[in-house]
């Protein structure tokens, strides 16, 4: 289990604060979204649990060890994609992750089977300076599982990515849970996250938000609407009802009887609509 | 330790080839080695070139100094001819002799730039030589004792071997290294690297191998182009290899301080003509105020001389490699908490 205790981090020396009192729990083979925009903190938390960052004050553990008793060994049981790809450029596909691999003291998986899982077979000789942004994330993506890591950092793993790819990606995301696998998922896409996480955690201005399942944020906070397109004039007009509030109930009857109706839709609440409501800011 | 250490030497030799280093090693090592050898002169001479007009009678000194190897060509027959040839030789001077061997008189005609050390120089030559001819004994009777049996004096051209060795080696292993830290730093490896079990010991050493290895190259090419295989390659080799390692450190711990490679910049140009600074005592060996001979690079250019030079002066190699291998200790020290600290962590 991770379990991250009254995390606090100051990059400036003087108070002001990036991230604050951020407290939350991680069980094993968990997949756990953390969602925010820009600026909220996200990498600072993620980088102080991989200890990229030194931990300035609070706590996190692994299996009741602290971040900063762990030794070198540690490392062989993570792996972390970051959101901007960093790979040695004048390398191949293929060398990044044979290089990768030879700094590990546990088994590795094989470059070339990586290379194929994330549909870069064909580019495995080509230089990383060649590839494109998409592919460059692919071969980050594929070199933080290639320890088997036990605890995975994802750093907006599918940015960047059509989304015949990012299915694949996903894919592979859910076949290591099922492996037992932690995941630890940094984004500020909702749909990934929906789609993805056991829970999720709303950060922002370095602030925990909300933690919970996407489903129970939803019924917690979503209020469940309908959307309903009809014509008025030569113009197509939209309207959206909440059918808990009786007035918006009224109308949509109103509506239905008194318009030509195109389409209806029912709509429950986006993690997105939650989170501007619990902060009142969006996520891009 | 050792498999990491191996993966990160390959890794690191790749990157270092395929930015074409080893190009430019192979490339600078062949010109230099070329220039050595067929370009520039086994004797230059830095005092100005003698003009002569000889107005003595029977013109015994034209005759002398012919028979002695001058050219003829720095002979004139009158005064305006003189004149007029040093007024377009900016590095020459006149010498007028008249009178008879018994009461030569000299005239030298100056450009008015010359060291009063070049013409005490020539003073002295000009009376040796009137002694000389008149088969008069000198009057001062000094006497030369060496040190050592007298060795071979060094060629002008084969001098500059330690100076191109030395300093390229010191410049060659600050710069890669220097650019080798700011790729990482850009293209964000670096950030991989400290999310993985590789440590900083095996990082600093595979990078300092791959420089000393680069300096090896350099220098066992110019060597082995210039001298042949007649000296002691061991000492040389474990004279570059100390250097190489010294100056691949001092570039990893400025480095890692730095952001890009623009800032960087300046610093570099300050250790480089700093380290450079020697070898001006090494071309004129009286100027070696105490400041220069702390350099490192100071003793290591009069080793390789030695080495490469023998004049039969024992001893100097040990206390050498004992001066390098504390540099290269404190420095390792130094960059290891530069690298663990500033390298492999990120901000505060």
């Not at chain 1, 694949?168 to 909702?190: E, R």
């Not at chain 2, 990160?8 to 990157?15: A, G, T």
């Amino acid at each position: 289990m991770i379990s991250v205790k009254n995390l606090y981090h100051d990059y400036t020396g003087k108070g002001q604060y990036a991230v604050s009192d951020v407290t939350f729990t991680i069980e094993k083979g968990e997949i756990f979204g953390f969602l925010g925009p820009s600026g909220a903190g996200k990498s600072t938390v993620q980088n102080i649990m991989t200890g990229l960052l030194e931990l300035q004050k609070g706590a996190v553990l692994y299996d009741s060890q602290s971040i900063k008793d762990m030794k070198s060994e540690f490392f062989n049981r993570i792996g972390v994609s970051f959101e901007h790809p960093n790979l040695y450029s004048k390398l191949t596909g293929y060398e990044n992750l044979k290089y990768y691999a030879g700094l590990f003291d546990v088994q590795t998986e094989d470059p070339v089977k990586l290379l194929g899982m994330v549909g870069l077979e064909d580019a495995a000789n080509k230089r990383a300076s060649e590839y494109s942004k998409g592919m460059k994330q692919r071969l980050v993506f594929a070199r933080s599982i290639i320890n088997n890591p036990e605890i995975l950092f994802l750093d907006e793993p599918t940015s960047g990515l059509d989304p015949s790819t990012a299915s694949t990606i996903k894919d592979i995301i859910v076949s290591k849970k099922k492996t037992g696998c932690t995941v630890f998922l940094t984004t500020h896409n909702m749909f990934i996250a929906d789609e993805l996480c056991d829970r999720v955690a709303f950060i922002n201005e370095g602030r925990i938000a909300a933690i919970d399942s996407p489903r129970n944020l939803k019924l917690q906070y979503g209020q469940k609407s309908v959307k309903v397109e009809y014509k008025e004039g030569d113009s197509i007009t939209g309207e959206v009802f909440f059918l808990e509030n009786e007035k918006d109930r009224t109308e949509f009857n109103n509506l239905i009887a008194s318009r030509k109706i195109l389409t209806i839709h029912s709509q429950e609440a986006t993690l997105e609509q939650i989170f501007i409501k619990l902060t009142g800011r969006g996520l891009v | 330790m050792l498999k990491r250490f191996v993966n990160l030497f390959n890794q690191d030799v790749k990157v270092v080839i395929r930015n074409k280093f080893l190009t430019v090693v192979l490339l600078l090592a062949f010109v230099i080695a070329g220039l050595i050898n067929f370009v520039i002169p086994e004797d230059v001479k830095i005092t100005p070139k003698e003009l002569f007009f000889d107005n003595t009678t029977e013109r015994i000194w034209e005759k002398e100094l012919i028979k002695r190897g001058m050219e003829i060509d720095r002979f004139y027959y009158s005064r305006d001819e003189l004149h007029k040839a040093v007024q377009e030789d900016k590095n020459s001077l006149g010498i007028i002799a008249e009178g008879s061997l018994e009461d030569t008189t000299f005239t030298i005609i100056r450009q008015g730039t010359e060291t009063q050390e070049i013409i005490n120089v020539l003073d002295a030559t000009l009376e040796n030589g009137v002694r000389e001819l008149r088969n008069l004994e000198n009057a001062e009777g000094f006497g030369v004792e060496f040190l050592r049996s007298r060795s071979e004096p060094i060629p002008f051209n084969k001098n500059l071997i330690p100076v191109v060795l030395v300093f390229e080696v010191v410049m060659l292993g600050f710069l890669i290294i220097a650019v080798m830290i700011f790729q990482e730093k850009q293209e964000g490896s670096i950030r991989a690297y400290r999310v993985s079990p590789g440590g900083v010991l095996e990082y600093i050493f595979s990078k300092a191998a791959v420089i000393t290895l680069l300096g090896l190259v350099y220098g066992g090419i110019i060597v082995l182009l210039t001298r042949g295989f007649g000296i002691d390659y061991l000492s040389l080799t474990i004279l570059i290899v100390l250097t190489s390692t010294l100056i691949t450190l001092m570039g990893l711990l400025l480095s890692v301080f730095f952001r890009n490679i623009s800032e960087f910049f300046f610093a570099a140009i300050a250790i480089l003509i700093a380290s450079g600074i020697p070898a001006i005592s090494y071309m004129y060996p009286s100027f070696a105020p105490p400041f220069m001979t702390w350099i490192p690079s100071y003793p290591v250019v009069f080793g390789v001389r030695e080495i490469l030079f023998s004049t039969g002066k024992e001893g100097f190699l040990a206390p050498l490699i004992w001066v390098l291998l504390l540099e290269n200790a404190v420095l390792f020290a130094a960059s290891s908490w530069a690298v663990r600290r500033k390298l492999l962590k990120e901000g505060r």
